[in-house]
C-alpha cells in the first residue's frame, strides 16, 4: 500500500546545532505535505507545509525541502534548543480530490541534549 | 480563544461500557476528525466528517461511533465492541488542507 514513513526513528542532538529530520513517501500523485511537532500528552501543532510546485520552503528557523524525484521530504531546524524536543511527524495528501485526511508518518523523536 | 477542545482529558473505561469523548471547535471549520495514537506510533483515522449530519468511516472505524448534529460538536463513542480501547484520541478540524488538533484524550481500560 501507499504510505508515508520516516527514516529515523529518534534524533539526538546537541542544542545549538542543526536538526534534519527525513521523510520519505510513497504516493507520487501526492502534492501537498505537512509536518507536525507533537510534545509529551499534547496534540499535534501545526510547523510548516509545502505544495508540490515547491522545492523549498522557509519559516522561522525552520525550513522544508522537497525531492518529489525521489519522494523525499526532510524538516530542518535552525540552532536547536530544549524547546524543540518533541516527536515530529509529516504528512501527505493529495489536494482537490475530495480525498478525506492526511496520511501521516510513524515520527521520529528529536531530542535536545543541553 | 478560539480553537478546538477535548474533554475529559483523562478517561477510564470498564468492561462493556461505552464511554463518550467530547471535541468540540469554534473556529467555524466545516470538517472535523478522529484520530487514534498508539505509543511511540503515528495516527491512524477513525472517523470523519465533512459537514454537518454526515460522517464517513475512516480506516480503523470498528467499535466507534459518531455524530455530527452540530457544525461545532463531534463526539466520539468508544463501544464495548472495541476490545483494545486504550491510546490517546486526538479530534481535530481542517481548514485549507491543515488540520488543527485538540490537546488529546488518554483513554484507559480498568
Not at chain 1, 500523485?29 to 510546485?53: C, H, L, M, T, V
Amino acid at each position: 500500500g501507499e504510505s508515508v514513513g520516516l527514516h529515523l526513528p529518534t534524533l539526538s542532538v546537541q542544542e545549538g546545532d542543526n536538526s534534519i529530520i527525513n521523510c520519505a513517501y510513497s504516493n507520487s500523485a501526492s502534492d501537498y505535505f505537512i509536518w507536525y511537532k507533537q510534545e509529551s500528552g499534547k496534540g499535534p501543532q501545526f510547523i510548516i507545509d509545502i505544495r508540490s510546485n515547491m522545492d523549498k520552503r522557509q519559516g522561522q528557523r525552520v525550513t522544508v525541502l522537497l525531492n518529489k524525484t525521489v519522494k523525499h521530504l526532510s524538516l530542518q531546524i535552525a540552532a536547536t534548543q530544549p524547546g524543540d524536543s518533541a516527536v515530529y511527524f509529516c504528512a501527505e495528501n493529495i489536494m482537490d480530490t475530495g480525498r478525506r485526511a492526511l496520511t501521516f508518518g510513524s515520527g521520529t523523536r528529536l531530542q535536545v541534549q543541553p | 480563544d478560539g480553537g478546538i477542545t477535548q474533554s475529559p482529558k483523562y478517561l477510564f473505561r470498564k468492561e462493556g461500557q461505552n464511554v463518550t469523548l467530547s471535541c468540540e471547535q469554534n473556529l467555524n471549520h466545516d470538517a472535523m476528525y478522529w484520530y487514534r495514537q498508539d505509543p511511540g506510533q503515528g495516527l491512524r483515522l477513525i472517523y470523519y466528517s465533512q459537514i454537518v449530519n454526515d460522517f464517513q468511516k475512516g480506516d480503523i472505524a470498528e467499535g466507534y461511533s459518531v455524530s455530527r448534529e452540530k457544525k461545532e460538536s463531534f463526539p466520539l463513542t468508544v463501544t464495548s465492541a472495541q476490545k483494545n480501547p486504550t491510546a490517546f484520541y486526538l479530534c481535530a478540524s481542517k481548514t485549507n488542507e491543515k488540520l488543527f488538533f485538540g490537546s488529546g484524550t488518554q483513554l484507559s481500560v480498568l
